[in-house]
RNA sequence: CGGGGCGUAGCGCAGUCUGGCAGCGCGUCUGCUUUGGGAGCAGAAGGUCAUCGGUUCAAAUCCGGUCGCCCCGACCA
């Protein structure tokens, strides 16, 4: 993409309205503008990284038996008057009429609409298990919607949601879900630590809040100090097999991690020794849930048996705040100069900067470069503007690209450009052949990370 | 929802107390010079002073209503 064609409004002082870093941050470097309290429009550069996310989130998804389909973002009122949650849900959902004066309401969540849908599609307990996910846009009317894209009235979330036939074959998809999260965040460049969080009226253990460690973080967490060691894309993991997911997920319990909101500190100081002690600010950035028949009673999702009776089947949903991941990278990844995108949802891969445009020797490097990274599969923001070299260096430090290749006046001759990452100081003048070599290779890199242990 | 604050050019702000030509910096446009970390000079464009009403010879400024936004708290993916 050429910059001078990309709509990218870049600032160079802060709109007042932003509190924190990863909004402040967002707006400067035209990722998102604000159209109303909470909710934002997506400018190129952001919508890009969540694209991004999200494809990473339905890659992991996939990988531990999911399916994608997808909800509506309206949903009847009458099936919330059915589960019983339409007076209970409070006015934080946005109701709203047709032309008809129906009740419908812009969904919150989507318990209800899946349930029913499994209701009406799904008979035998030969069908199960099913893990269905969707990737959609929610609303929540917040009191106070803040931090930019991390509490938006309007976010984009992922929400799966399992079905099992017993709470013992449920605990097999909350476990695959659990693990599946832990690569996720792993593959985001993010250090997601679980954490138990309230179960509601089930009770059991099956509920955990992801959350990531960054100093602007909403919560307080206490935690031992191994979950930073652990290279999660590195276990392999087969999601069919019930018992060694468990033991997957029994290693990332058995060590003290909770929030606030269940901390104990008598036991967190017994538990864990002095030197492996935790306890900062993290980030919620995916919650997962068993909640047993609570919709599939009242919305009567029953399977047939093979003894020819009937039961209720047993739930789950698993969210992940995908438009707040966004913002929680930038929290966990930012200098004092702007973003410091992780290469794996990276807008583009590459700043390609020409600091001579006009002159006929950088001009003809940069766009042979340009069109060799193309070709490389490379995704490229060419900074073909003509602008003072300071401008370039500048908004590209902002908006955080990994990898920084300049044609300028210094190598040209000798037919070198520099290569530097964002998050170093090092650059290196280096062949056109070389510097894509270089880059391809460590893209390479990731993608094979990824793959690792799957 | 309780408390506090703010709406003036794309962004940041002054002007409001004490009514009297709507300003500054950045950005944008044109020209010249400059060219490795947000350049210099010269010129230009850009405004329903949130909105509705009132007071006044005269309102960004005083009074009242409304809308929007932000911060703190309680609440939350």
């Known amino acids: 993409m050429r910059r001078s064609r990309y709509l990218l409004p870049t600032l160079r002082e802060t709109p007042k309205e932003a509190e924190i870093v990863s909004h402040r941050l967002m707006l400067r470097a035209g990722m998102v503008r604000q159209s109303a309290a909470g909710i934002y429009v997506w400018l190129p550069l952001g919508y890009r990284v969540m694209n991004k996310i ?62 029913d849908l499994f209701a009406s599609s799904v008979r035998s307990y030969r069908d199960l298990p099913k893990l269905l996910y969707h990737i959609q846009w929610k609303f929540r009317d917040e009191l106070r919607p803040r931090f930019g894209v991390m509490r938006g009235r309007e976010f984009l979330m992922k929400d799966n949601y399992s079905f099992d036939v017993s709470a013992e074959a449920a605990r097999h998809s909350y476990n695959k879900m659990f693990v599946s999260y832990l690569r996720t965040f792993a593959r985001l460049g993010l250090r997601a630590i679980p954490m138990e969080a309230d179960t509601g009226p089930i009770g059991g253990d099956m509920s955990h809040e992801f959350i990531i460690l960054a100093r602007t973080g909403e919560s307080q967490v206490w935690c031992d100090r191994r979950f930073l060691d652990v290279d999660v894309l590195s276990l392999a993991v087969n999601y069919d097999n019930a018992d060694e997911v468990a033991a997957l997920v029994r290693r990332f319990t058995k060590d003290y991690a909770r929030t606030d909101e269940k901390h104990d500190a008598a036991k967190f100081a017994a538990d864990v020794p002095e030197d492996r002690r935790y306890e900062g600010r993290g980030i919620e950035v995916g919650h997962i849930f068993h909640f047993g028949t609570k919709y599939s009673e009242p919305l009567n999702a029953r399977v047939r048996l093979a003894d020819g009776g009937d039961v209720a089947v047993h739930m789950g949903s698993y969210g992940i705040g995908v438009s707040r991941l966004v913002g929680a990278i930038i ?81 040209v001759a000798r037919g070198l450009v520099e290569l530097r990452r964002r998050d170093s100081e090092d650059a290196q003048e280096l062949s056109l052949d070389e510097a894509i070599e270089k880059v391809r290779a460590s893209v390479a890199d990731a993608a094979n990370v990824a793959e690792a242990g799957a």
């Open 54 to 115: 999200a494809q990473i989130v339905r890659e992991e998804q996939d990988r531990a038996g999911s399916q994608e389909f997808l909800m509506p973002t309206i949903q009847p009122a009458e099936l919330w008057k059915r589960s019983g949650r339409y007076d209970g849900y409070g006015p934080e959902m946005l109701r709203i009429q047709d032309r008809q004066e129906r009740d419908l309401l812009y969904g919150p969540t989507n318990e209800e609409v899946i349930t």
């Open 331 to 411: 929290e966990a990844s930012h200098d004092d100069r702007g973003i410091i995108w992780p290469e794996a949802v990276a807008p583009f891969a590459v700043g390609l900067l020409n600091l001579k445009v006009g002159d006929s020797a950088c001009d003809a490097l940069a766009e042979r470069a340009y069109a060799e990274l193309a070709r490389a599969k490379l995704d490229t923001l060419y900074d073909d503007r003509d602008e003072r070299a300071g401008t370039k260096f500048s908004d590209l430090d902002l908006t955080g690209l990994p990898w920084r290749m300049v044609v300028s006046p210094r190598g």
